[in-house]
């Protein structure tokens, strides 16, 4: 488990369980990347941190988690666990909650998509980070809000708008 401190932005608890991820100092690097660019389109600054677990496992573990969590017996990309209902920007929980990704489908929507890895990853790491303050797209008004959100902090990160089809990029970062 490694621990790291932003400026500006949660304390991430990281921990690879399973899967192929790869390095834990360049997955850190990835969440921290996308914290900062989140914490930074929220206009949230340094002083109001709170402490963010990140888990990057495998399909069957994530599978077990939506069946328990959700009801749905089936692997997905990310699944976030908020430690609130409610957050309130200017005053954030000790522990805003946890995230958890899955290898598997992370790489094969990757693939599918014809996206780099790794911008694809940083993608559903703003996607949970966002469910964890609040963010929703269950109705199509907070669909399109939050859409619009993850496009301007991915933006910052410099990955292409993610909601495009066709999605093309000269960055070979996998």
């Not at 077990?64 to 997905?76: I, Y």
């Not at 599918?112 to 790794?118: A, D, G, L, S």
Request: net charge negative; hydrophobic share 40%; charged share 25%.
């Amino acid at each position: 488990m490694s621990v790291s401190t932003l400026h500006a932005g949660p304390e991430l608890l990281l921990s690879v369980e399973a899967g192929g991820w790869g390095s834990e100092t360049d997955l850190a690097r990835l969440a921290e990347s996308a914290a900062a660019a989140t914490w930074a389109e929220l206009g949230l600054v340094a002083g109001n941190s709170c402490e963010v677990s990140v888990l990057f496992t495998d399909d069957e573990a994530i599978r077990t988690l939506n069946a328990d969590w959700r009801g749905m017996d089936k692997p997905t990309n990310v699944l976030s666990f908020p430690s609130v209902s409610s957050v309130d920007p200017k005053r954030l929980p000790p522990l805003l909650g946890d995230i958890v990704l899955a290898f598997e489908t992370v790489r094969h929507e990757a693939e599918v998509e014809n996206r780099p890895f790794n911008h694809h990853l940083l993608h559903l790491l703003v996607h949970g980070l966002l469910h964890l303050m609040g963010y929703d797209h269950e109705v199509e008004d907070e669909a399109g809000r939050m859409e619009a959100i993850e496009s301007r902090i991915l933006a910052r990160l410099s990955v292409p708008y993610p909601y495009q089809t066709g999605y093309e990029t000269e960055s070979d970062d996998e």
